[in-house]
């Protein structure tokens, strides 16, 4: 090689090198994105109290925890929402009534399910899903158009429990689940 | 295949003939180690608009995010390297600014027809220094904001338009949010416009005059294709720095300064570059100030701005002799000022030790930060809710007029007249021993300057020893050692926790020597006669203990000496003396519960 080759070889050397620098870091760090995140773990939580729960009658409820934002932790903030029904009517004493729950995120592509205007069904405003107060998918005839959703609202188990005061609540196991899939998959 | 797709592209683009000049530019007089400085100054620029990108997608413009977003950056390694290398070569650039300028100065290359040239780069070098002023704040540390209130302030003493000047920086009256995000709307979108378009100028008349030939005949053999001959030492040049940079980098990082904290001694100083103005201003008073830090350099700038006309008016050799002389004051002034200003800091003890203090300041709130990551509030609730640094300063307010927090050695918080116990340890087990001792209990680190000395509990203890020898004295130094440690175990925890067994067997021991004749001891003894000794100690009786000393539980009725009730109001916080959150911060303190990483 002769000397203008050789130089030529050293500047892009430096040159490649001074590039790597800076663009390993800034690869890495722009990936920083795809490794954050702590893994989601489900919360248990005392949602509402047994007497706030009419029979067969939907009744939102708040899942309250900490929420880590980036830099900032929030101590105190909603961070679910949840659907509870009470199955059982008002002869079971209180240790045996059976609460359905189910998370109010939409399995379709996660909008806040509300109920309809009338109780009877879950409905969910963005797409137009709807579901009885199991949880099932209301079918095409009864919707009257197609039901987006790819399966059934999401059930969280819910039992009831007696604090120390001797009141009765609603205690939930709130998790998160994948959307968008036919089976239900909680979200790591 | 990839020279048919590049054929394609010059077909389309003419991009081969738009880069002709590049590629074929021709040095009449060779290449040249001096020459770098341009190039370099170039790439380094490039450098800070990647890096400067890249920590623009993380960064948080707001007096509660700003700190915590550069923390969160500096928390990754990669995040923290890249920070880094945009911070020294920020440095790097403004050496490199003042090496160029002075190659040029000396070389004469501002003659015509290269008048542009210079007044373009020349008016880059305020330009960046107001750059690197508009960045270095943006961490809203305690540094930070003592600075941007500076310069706003500099900024303000400028006659006739600098308060407005003053008052659109800061966004206000004072320093805020607003400050933040003028700053860095500054930063990242109007200054890079500026520079670019200077730099556009720059360059395009560089590569239309060529470079200057000074008053060498040109001569034939020298010349060189600036593609690889300069390009070559250029890239060399760079390698060299980017590699003293990335060293920087990695070893040292760029600083982050502790969230503001009013209670923190601090002694504000501005960046390196600016040291000497720093001194400068030294020698002005309060009104002529901005003769230093205002006039002075603008002076300068435009002598240095009207140097390719006035050197037109001299004799070329006399001119050279110029030149190298305002070079070499120019230089050695600034050199000499800054050293000045360096020396006198060093030499004040007073200044080492708040520089001190502001490190580990800084250390501790990123500490919390790693831990606990950042509050709603925002960085300087970290600091503000830590047991570690607020317990001295309330200590200090609150209980050392009477109290003292002094180790064995002395060294700790002295009480200005010592009128009560010695609080360091307060319910360790040797601390409950020395109560315990008839030799320390009437001492001044115990009862000895309260109205308890000499009284009932320490003539108690002193009757205990009475006459007891060998083996009925070491019986009884057991037995008390045993106290000690029970009632240590109890402030380990609160009451509600203990273990019943445990508490059975310690009621026994309390019993046989006779403590639970005056104290109660969880079922045993009665209150009224002296202090509880049921989680004797622990956070709850502690926080009791000092918010009303003359409960029932401590000493009540006419048993308190002198201590005031801190916070004896609970329906009306306003009335006591301290919140509830100065005083659980306190005990938190007293007790040693606070994050050690």
């Keep these: 090689m002769n000397r203008r080759g050789a130089l030529k070889w050293i500047s892009g050397l430096f040159a490649a090198a001074c590039t790597l620098v800076v663009a390993i870091p800034g690869v890495s760090f722009v990936a920083e994105a795809l490794r954050r995140g ?25 899942i309250v925890g900490s929420r880590r934002d980036a830099w900032t932790v929030y101590p105190d903030e909603v961070i679910g929402r949840v659907w509870l029904v009470r199955q059982t009517d008002d002869s079971v004493p209180e240790s045996e009534h059976k609460v359905a729950a189910f998370t109010g995120v939409c399995p379709h592509l996660g909008c806040a399910i509300l109920k309809s205007s009338d109780g009877e069904n879950f409905v969910c405003p963005c797409h137009k899903a709807a579901f009885a107060l199991d949880g099932e998918p209301l079918s095409e005839d009864q919707l009257g158009h197609t039901n987006h959703t790819p399966r059934g609202m999401d059930s969280l188990t819910a039992q009831p429990v007696q604090d120390e005061a001797g009141q009765w609540w609603v205690e939930v196991e709130y998790k998160q689940f994948v959307t968008g899939l036919t089976k239900k998959v909680q979200q790591v | 295949m990839l020279r048919n797709t590049l054929e394609w592209l010059d077909d389309r683009t003419g ?3 738009l880069m002709a000049p590049i590629r074929r530019r021709v040095l009449p007089n060779g290449p040249s180690w001096w020459y770098t400085s341009a190039t370099c100054l170039l790439w380094l620029f490039v450098v800070q608009m990647i890096t400067g990108l890249l920590l623009m997608a993380t960064y948080s413009p707001s007096t509660g995010g700003a700190w915590a977003s550069i923390h969160f950056i500096e928390q990754s390694m ?25 190659r040029v100065l000396l070389s004469a290359a501002f003659r015509a027809p290269r008048e542009l040239i210079w007044i373009t780069g020349l008016l880059l070098m305020p330009l960046f220094l107001v750059w690197a002023v508009t960045g270095n704040p943006l961490s809203a540390s305690q540094k930070a904001i003592a600075q941007i209130e500076v310069e706003g302030h500099i900024v303000g003493s400028t006659p006739l338009i600098g308060p407005i000047v003053q008052r659109l920086l800061i966004g206000g009256d004072e320093v805020g949010q607003l400050t933040f995000t003028h700053l860095y709307a500054l930063h990242v979108g109007l200054l890079p416009l500026l520079v670019i378009v200077l730099l556009a100028i720059h360059i395009s008349q560089v590569y239309r005059h060529g470079l200057f030939p000074g008053s060498q005949a040109t001569s034939d053999h020298r010349a060189r294709p600036y593609w690889p001959y300069q390009t070559v030492r250029n890239m060399t040049v760079l390698g060299i720095l980017v590699a003293g940079i990335s060293w920087l980098a990695w070893r040292y990082g760029a600083p982050l300064e502790s969230p503001p904290d009013p209670s923190l001694h601090y002694m504000p100083r501005p960046e390196w570059y600016f040291r000497s ?6 020698y002005f008073t309060g009104d002529t100030e901005f003769i230093a830090t205002i006039v002075i350099p603008t002076v300068t700038l435009l002598v240095l701005l009207s140097i390719p006309m006035l050197d037109r008016r001299c004799w070329p050799k006399v001119s050279f002799g110029f030149r190298l002389l305002f070079a070499v004051i120019g230089l050695g002034g600034w050199a000499v000022l800054t050293f000045q200003s360096y020396a006198r800091d060093w030499q004040d003890a007073e200044y080492v030790a708040a520089e001190e203090e502001a490190k580990e300041l800084a250390a501790r709130a990123r500490a919390l930060a790693d831990k606990f990551r950042v509050p709603p509030e925002g960085p300087s609730a970290l600091l503000s809710n830590d047991p570690k640094l607020q317990g001295p300063h309330l200590f200090r307010k609150h209980c050392a007029n009477c109290h003292s927090y002094t180790d064995a050695d002395g060294a700790g918080i002295a009480a200005s007249e010592l ?7 307060f319910a360790s087990p040797d601390w409950i021993a020395g109560m315990l001792d008839p030799q320390r209990i009437n001492s001044e680190h115990y009862f000895g300057n309260t109205a308890f000395a000499d009284g009932e509990m320490a003539s108690t203890i002193v009757d205990m020893f009475d006459g007891l020898e060998g083996e009925d004295l070491k019986e009884l130094q057991t037995q008390l050692s045993n106290v000690s440690q029970v009632l240590a175990d109890e402030a380990q925890r609160e009451v509600s926790e203990a273990d019943e067994e445990a508490v059975a067997s310690n ?17 045993e003894g009665d209150l009224g006669s002296a202090p509880d000794l049921t989680g004797y100690g622990s956070r709850k009786w502690l926080i009791e203990m000092i918010a009303n000393p003359s409960g029932e539980r401590f000493y009540p009725d006419d048993r308190n ?17 301290i919140s509830q959150r100065e005083l659980e911060l306190l005990v938190d303190w007293l007790r040693g519960e606070w994050y050690e990483p």
């Design chain 1, 38 to 62: 702590p893994r989601k773990k489900s919360i248990v939580q005392r949602v509402a109290r047994l007497q706030e729960l009419p029979q067969g009658r939907p009744v939102q409820a708040n």
């Design chain 2, 419 to 425: 009128s009560a116990p010695n609080l360091h340890g």
């Design chain 2, 78 to 102: 990669a995040g923290s390297f890249l920070r880094g290398v945009h911070y020294f070569a920020s440095h790097a650039m403004i050496v490199l600014f003042a090496v160029h300028i002075v």
């Design chain 2, 277 to 282: 103005l720093f001194e400068l201003r030294r």
């Design chain 2, 561 to 577: 000496d002198r201590m005031p009730a801190f916070a004896e109001n609970p329906h009306q916080p306003e009335a006591n003396l």
């Design chain 2, 507 to 523: 009621a026994e021991l309390l019993t046989e020597l006779a403590c639970t004749d005056c104290h109660r001891y969880h079922e």
């Design chain 2, 15 to 17: 991009y081969h003939d």
